[in-house]
């Protein structure tokens, strides 16, 4: 009796190898965070998996990270990955915190290439904004909310009626002779040992030039430090309300997640 020849079982293909999320990246300054992401509640649907930020944060180093992470997370998919800096249609134009190569890269195409699947870059706090408007601490808030996250530098993202109005840049506006930045980011309370009070009123005055420019109806505070907001927050004087965000570390990747052809 002859053995009857089976055809060969063909290899999956690479991109159906693992189930399907949107996968949301946050590229920081001393982390780059990613997990699958359920967009419709805003959360993450695994834990995140991080990987120190490589130095120099060139954009090819920082694209093998994005590979790293992904492969860890084991997952397929559309990638959202948030950057700090300018971007405008996928192309970042500024480098504020990150290594200068990212100016005038086509970020969008880069990670798309490097990881063979469609990533979708923007600034990183828009992205948090994003998803604190829709999920978080500025939920229903319909008028002007003001979205600033408080870290190596200040992130700011505006919306109007729940529309994104993006790369607002609000952390460079002049403040004390110096770019506000350089004056109340988390950064600057952590190297120039401020308390909370001292750090509160530098925040005031920023808070204070913002109000005046924009005369926003909310202002939501987000960044890692949001999570100590009990500390600072009752001592921020201002006109409008300003409340801490209720993401917290994930606002990030879940937002991120939201960019996916948005
Ligand atoms: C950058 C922004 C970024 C913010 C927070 C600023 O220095 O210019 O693009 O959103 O830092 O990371």
Redesign the pocket.
């Known amino acids: 009796m002859s053995d009857v020849v089976l055809p060969p079982v063909p290899a999956p293909e690479p991109s159906l190898r693992f189930p399907v999320s949107t996968v949301g990246v946050d590229i920081g300054g001393t982390g780059i965070k990613g997990a699958p992401v359920d967009t419709t509640a805003g959360e993450l649907t695994a834990t995140r998996v991080r990987v120190p930020t490589p130095h120099p944060a060139t954009p090819e180093a920082v694209a093998s990270v994005v590979v790293d992470v992904l492969a860890q997370l084991r997952c397929d998919g559309p990638v959202g990955v948030t950057l700090?800096?300018?971007v405008r249609h996928g192309t970042a134009l500024?480098a504020?915190?990150i290594d200068e190569a990212w100016i005038d890269t086509d970020a969008d195409a880069l990670l798309t290439a490097a990881t063979g699947r469609p990533c979708t870059v923007v600034?990183?706090?828009d992205a948090a904004g994003l998803a604190e408007i829709r999920f978080g601490a500025g939920r229903g808030h319909t008028g002007v909310v003001l979205m600033l996250?408080l870290?190596?530098?200040?992130?700011s993202a505006l919306f109007v009626d729940g529309a994104l109005v993006p790369n607002t840049?609000l952390?460079?506006l002049p403040l004390k002779g110096r770019d506000a930045?350089k004056y109340a980011s988390e950064l600057v309370r952590e190297h120039e040992d401020l308390s909370w009070s001292k750090w509160a009123k530098r925040l005031s005055r920023y808070v204070a030039l913002v109000e005046r420019l924009l005369w926003p109806d909310l202002i939501v505070i987000g960044g890692g430090v949001s999570k100590k907001a009990d500390r600072f927050l009752p001592k921020v004087r201002s006109e409008v309300p300003v409340v801490a965000a209720t993401l917290h570390n994930d606002a990030g990747i879940v937002g991120a997640a939201l960019s996916v052809g948005g």
């Open positions: 700090p800096a300018v500024t504020a915190n600034n990183d706090a996250t870290g190596t530098g200040i992130g840049e952390g460079h930045e």
